[in-house]
């Protein structure tokens, strides 16, 4: 009979075999734990916006394969809301792509702007399908390493990772895992390599909205970045419905008519309900956004104040719907370890960020919580990890 090992693919990718937040989500629901793993809030986004998505479907809107791009509506309220927010202006025609999620924009901007070979810098711990989709592209990956307890970028480091071979610095702020985010100073350096190197900037801003400290800088709206930028978001943390899948790039013409073509081959269209319900959703006032951070602000603040009481070292999060902290206080020497045993410790899952790094040793005592979650959760979860001292 036929073998069948751990796929080749996802074993040269991830080295994991299956995807991490999968796996810690999987355990959760098998032992019955609270997760504090992968990031999804356990409430749903405005009613409005869902009874709009149900609306297109008994409509008949989107039912059917909707436009290649996206549908127009769509692809005119993101570059609405690019104006609106960053006095950014893209043509909704020719600069504007709807995708399946960030998650797609990313591994078609792999696939459709780096040739087998090309150096992408990104900074680590990095979003796991980063290494994945860079791999696929037959790309190779440089990481340049956050170090806590800021996270900052360090641009020596960075303009030490720049060679010949070097195509894109993938970036993004705020930062998962690390709940870091950059700052103008710090964009703008990055920047200015982007320039000096001729380099593109593939940004992913999905927590762009997510902000609890300081400002969001999309690197797009930075002098000379606009051409050489890739602008990834998505719909899933802006209005809290991450199943719904529907992410965007923008950038001129050339750029997205490359990811374009690659995005084509991976799923052609889809979601096009959806598509409607969120062309809505942009246009939410500014008190919706300002809301949303507030509340996550707020159950940010529940978890980093209750795990720091624990004992935890809990790094600042200003933004994104995570917390890192640190284990070695609780005399826990191995993030892996740990995460692997507390379900049964304590009934919480939560993500060891060493997965996350290339330099494992630099995050072997990392782990993740996310805050997305019910005040009364997240407390259920803090009272649970009191075990840890029993
Ligand atoms: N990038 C980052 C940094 C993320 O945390 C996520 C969340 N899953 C994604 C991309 C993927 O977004 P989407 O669900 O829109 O595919
Ligand atoms: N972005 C989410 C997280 O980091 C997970 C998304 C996924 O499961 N791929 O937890």
């Known amino acids: 009979m036929v073998g069948v090992h751990q796929p080749l693919l996802t074993r040269r990718l991830t080295g994991m075999g299956t995807t991490i937040f999968a796996e810690m989500s ?41 436009p290649g791009p996206g549908i127009p509506e769509l692809r005119q309220a993101i570059a609405g809301h690019q104006s609106r927010f960053y006095g950014l202006d893209y043509d909704p025609d020719t600069e504007v792509l709807v995708t399946a999620g960030a998650t797609e924009a990313i591994a078609a901007a792999m696939l459709g702007l780096v040739e087998p070979g090309d150096e992408v810098i990104a900074f680590e711990p990095y979003y796991d399908s980063y290494a994945a989709t860079i791999a ?4 190779v990956r440089v990481p340049v390493t956050l170090r806590p307890p800021g996270f900052r970028p360090d641009i020596g480091a960075l303009r030490a990772a720049v060679t010949p071979r070097t195509r894109a610095i993938l970036l993004n702020s705020p930062h998962n895992p690390t709940g870091s985010v950059f700052t103008r100073e710090e964009i703008t350096a990055i920047a200015q390599l982007a320039v000096t190197h001729d380099l593109l900037v593939i940004t992913d801003e999905v927590y762009e909205h997510l902000v609890y ?20 978001s998505s719909a899933g943390k802006t209005f809290s419905f991450t199943g719904w899948k529907i992410g965007w790039v923008t950038g001129r013409p050339e750029v997205v008519a490359a990811v374009r073509a690659a995005k084509q081959f991976l799923t052609y269209v889809s979601g096009g309900p959806f598509q409607y319900a969120v062309a809505g959703a942009l246009g939410q006032p500014d008190a919706y956004f300002t809301a949303l951070r507030d509340d996550l602000r707020m159950k940010r603040d529940l978890l980093s104040g209750g795990l720091a009481e624990l004992g935890f070292e809990v790094y600042p999060s200003d ?9 070695r206080p ?61």
Request: hydrophobic share 40%; aromatic share 6%.
């Open 26 to 66: 999987a355990l959760a629901v098998a032992t019955g734990s609270v997760n504090l793993g992968q990031g999804f809030p356990d409430t749903d986004g405005p009613r409005e916006v869902a009874e709009a998505a149900a609306r297109a479907i008994l409509e008949g809107r989107g039912n059917q394969y909707p």
């Open 136 to 139: 696929m592209a037959g790309g």
């Open 213 to 232: 400290a300081g400002e969001h800088v999309p690197i797009a709206s930075l002098p000379g970045m606009r051409e050489r930028t890739v602008s990834i």
């Open 319 to 327: 933004g994104t719907y995570f917390v890192t902290t640190d284990i």
């Open 330 to 390: 609780l005399g826990e020497t191995d993030g892996i370890e740990f995460c692997a045993r507390l379900p049964e410790r304590a009934g919480v899952v939560a993500i060891p960020s060493a997965v996350f790094y290339d330099d494992r040793e630099a995050g072997r005592t990392q782990v993740r919580f996310t805050f997305c979650k019910r005040p009364e959760v997240l407390k259920e979860a803090l009272a649970r990890l009191t075990a840890l001292h029993r």
